[in-house]
Antibody, heavy 120, light 102 residues
Framework: QVQLVESGGRLVKPGGSLRLSCAAS????????MSWIRQAPGKGLEWVSY????????YHAPSVQGRFTMSRDNAKNSLYLEMNSLRVEDTAVYYC?????????????WGQGTLVTVSS | FVLTQSPATLSLSLGERATLSCRAS??????LAWYQQKPGQAPRLLIY???NRATGIPARFSGSGSGTDFTLTISSLEPEDFAVYYC?????FGGGTKLEIK
């Protein structure tokens, strides 16, 4: 079955950096579009970043553009999110998610999430 | 582009029918999805393309709508249905509706 396991979340100071990873298994990872979606404590869902199946097309939300970089390694069935210049408002659970149908049509499989806390 | 969900909170009893609304600020394609999220869990896809149930989703969940107005209906509430529900269109999510037991 599809399994997505995020890691790398921790407490970091404002202005700091962090790299999140997502290990995928149970499906043909290299065939799937992927996204990162986050959820601040007690808040709703926010789409963060998207990668095409090959990694040749990557998009980020305006709120993280220029600070976050999404990448993938299809040989390792892994997804990454490099986060720089972190702000308090980046505090959230970050989910690794598969897309169904492309164009962010629907997000059909979610990891359990990894918590990033940005605080001094 | 904004998705507005209403009501923010819906209080109903077991066995009742739940009707959740999602309104888009401009007409959208039928690429409208609904998710259920329980405390401490990741969201789960319920409905895609406005009216298609995802794999394993019970038939009591149904979606409808087009243009700017979409609805998620739960025909008869079970204990496990009390949760927060989100609609989503492309990169935008609605603010959520909390379905609570009355």
């Amino acid at each position: 079955q599809v399994q997505l396991v995020e890691s790398g979340g921790r407490l970091v100071k404002p202005g700091g950096s962090l790299r999140l990873s997502c290990a995928a298994s149970g499906f043909a990872f290299s065939d799937y579009y992927m996204s990162w979606i986050r959820q601040a404590p007690g808040k709703g869902l926010e789409w963060v970043s998207y990668s095409s199946s090959s990694g040749s097309s990557i998009y980020h939300a305006p709120s993280v553009q220029g600070r976050f970089t999404m990448s993938r390694d299809n040989a390792k069935n892994s997804l990454y999110l490099e986060m720089n210049s972190l702000r308090v408002e980046d505090t959230a659970v970050y989910y690794c998610v598969t897309e169904w149908g492309g164009e962010q049509r629907a997000f059909d499989h979610w990891g359990q999430g990894t918590l990033v806390t940005v605080s001094s | 582009f904004v998705l507005t969900q209403s009501p923010a909170t819906l209080s109903l009893s077991l066995g009742e029918r739940a009707t959740l609304s999602c309104r888009a600020s401009q007409s959208v394609s039928s690429y409208l999805a609904w998710y259920q999220q329980k405390p401490g869990q990741a969201p789960r896809l319920l409905i895609y393309d406005a009216s298609n149930r995802a794999t394993g989703i019970p038939a009591r969940f149904s979606g409808s709508g087009s243009g700017t107005d979409f609805t998620l209906t739960i025909s008869s509430l079970e204990p496990e249905d009390f949760a927060v529900y989100y609609c989503q269109q492309r990169r935008t999510f609605g603010g959520g509706t909390k379905l609570e037991i009355k």
